[in-house]
């Protein structure tokens, strides 16, 4: 098992920036990758990004590429996610998944573990 635990979400006013922390433990040499995904209310969870932990081949989604930055500290078993000129629509529960499956993936399903997710507002 793997287990997520994130941090680092809050308010912020449109244009701002935060950084999001997520802190893996457990089965982490089974890790693949990781990811951040997010959820607005009455909306489904989407990708936001991914990093493959062995050389760190990233993947983004189309809103956030060019404002959003992930990162991991293999080290620390640590996943980060850097948040700039941040948007009303950006707000959500920010999730953290880590997925054993041996390819880079953005299905959520193929995500075998999850944080308890973190939330951003994104005030305009």
């Known amino acids: 098992q793997v287990q997520l635990v994130e941090s680092g979400g809050g308010l912020v006013q449109a244009g701002g920036s935060l950084r999001l922390s997520c802190a893996a433990s457990?089965?982490?040499?089974?890790?693949?990758?990781m990811g951040w995904f997010r959820q607005a209310p009455g909306k489904e969870r989407e990708f936001v990004a991914t990093?493959?932990?062995?050389?760190?081949?990233?993947v983004y989604a189309n809103s956030v590429r060019g404002r959003f930055t992930i990162s991991r500290d293999s080290a620390k078993n640590a996943l980060y996610l850097q948040m700039n000129s941040l948007k009303s629509e950006d707000t959500a529960v920010y999730y953290c998944?880590?997925?054993?499956?041996?390819?880079?993936?953005?299905?959520?399903?193929?995500?075998?573990?999850w944080g308890q997710g973190t939330q951003v507002t994104v005030s305009s």
């Open positions: 990093i493959r932990w062995t050389d760190g081949f990233i």
């Open positions: 457990g089965r982490t040499f089974s890790m693949y990758a």
């Open positions: 998944g880590a997925t054993n499956q041996a390819r880079i993936t953005i299905g959520i399903r193929d995500y075998n573990y």
